[in-house]
């Protein structure tokens, strides 16, 4: 086991060098810099931002240096909000937006979960079909058009739920921006739930348990570890949706959490706010999946003999 995690620990350090790579050349070979605006600046003051910020190096200079301050655990200074660094701003959005994505994927899991538990163990075809129905609705409809109805519905028609803002947190004002990150993992969720256990109750250590006359809820609990390790294999990228996902519903509902800074850097060309974002998303979702994968290989030996 250790051997395995040493193994995969090794591969997602390059894969986030590459991730970092990518992002800061793509970043600066893009169109328009970070102090272009409408009304152009005197070409000395110009001349005097870049130096500062030191955008007149060359591009492989200035990635070593960025490297060099990111191994230090700084993102650097924005060029957008000029009075703050990178990390002041993301000290206060990052845990908005990690308590917005934990909620939306653990609500995800339980209600996806139990539906496609549901559906499994149904005798007729009715609540398979309806865990189908969910899954299909869940799917196909982005959070930029579940995100307006939700507000529409509950906010300006039922007078029940605030359409936006944060209010230190409020249980209230994160209702509608947690229900519409979870809705996509509570479709997935919820058909890989119910085919997994289709599977493994038809297995035959689960027949062996039901003719020893065993009763059903443990029967499913045996049934519930072969089925639930697709679940867990889609963690990864549950969580890569529901960090991409948190820029638009945050923009949306007026969340002032990562998904708001990542926008006005990307529309500002603010170099290090978005390059800040980028790398705490890709260290989550790299993260996320060294530690789903660590617990496949826990709950499948023969992951880790392969």
């Keep these: 086991m250790l051997r395995h995690a040493l193994a995969r ?20 070979l893009a169109p328009g ?18 130096r500062i910020y030191r955008l007149d190096l060359p591009l492989i200079q200035q990635f070593w240096l960025y490297l060099q301050s990111l191994l230090r655990g700084d993102f650097g200074p924005s060029f ?36 496609g538990i ?17 899954a299909l609705f869940g799917i196909v409809l982005p959070a930029f058009v579940v995100a307006p109805l939700l507000q529409l519905f509950f906010g300006l028609t039922l007078h029940a739920l605030p359409v936006g803002g944060w209010s230190d947190g409020a249980w209230k004002n994160q209702v509608l921006p947690v229900a519409t ?19 493994a109750l038809a297995m035959p ?9 065993l009763p059903a809820w443990h029967i499913n609990a045996h049934a519930l570890r072969a089925a639930i390790l697709p679940v867990l294999s889609y963690l990864g990228l549950a ?13 949306i ?24 974002a980028v790398v705490i998303v890709a260290g989550l979702v790299v993260g996320f999946n060294l530690l789903v994968d660590l617990a496949y290989a826990w709950l499948d030996p023969r992951v880790r003999h392969e």
């Design 33 to 50: 810099g970070p102090f272009d605006s409408e009304r152009a600046l005197d070409p000395d003051i110009a001349r005097n931002l870049r």
């Design 253 to 276: 509902f007026g969340i002032p959490g990562m998904g708001r800074y990542f926008v006005d850097g990307a529309l500002g060309r603010d170099y290090t706010l978005v390059m800040g």
């Design 181 to 199: 990150l979870a809705l996509p993992q509570i479709a997935v969720v919820a058909g890989l739930m119910q085919a997994g256990m289709r599977d």
């Design 9 to 28: 620990i090794g591969a997602a350090i390059p894969t986030l060098l590459i991730i970092v790579a990518l992002a800061f050349f793509l970043m600066r």
């Design 239 to 251: 969580a890569a949706n529901v960090l991409t996902g948190s820029v638009v519903v945050e923009t």
């Design 80 to 115: 957008h909000w000029r009075d703050f660094s990178v990390n002041e701003l993301f000290a206060k959005a990052l845990p908005i937006s990690m308590q917005l994505g934990a909620e939306a994927l653990l609500l995800g899991l339980i209600a996806g979960g139990a539906l």
């Design 205 to 213: 250590h689960i027949r062996t348990l039901r003719a020893f006359g």
């Design 118 to 134: 549901a559906g499994a163990a149904s005798q007729r075809g009715i609540g398979a079909a309806l865990v189908d129905g969910v």
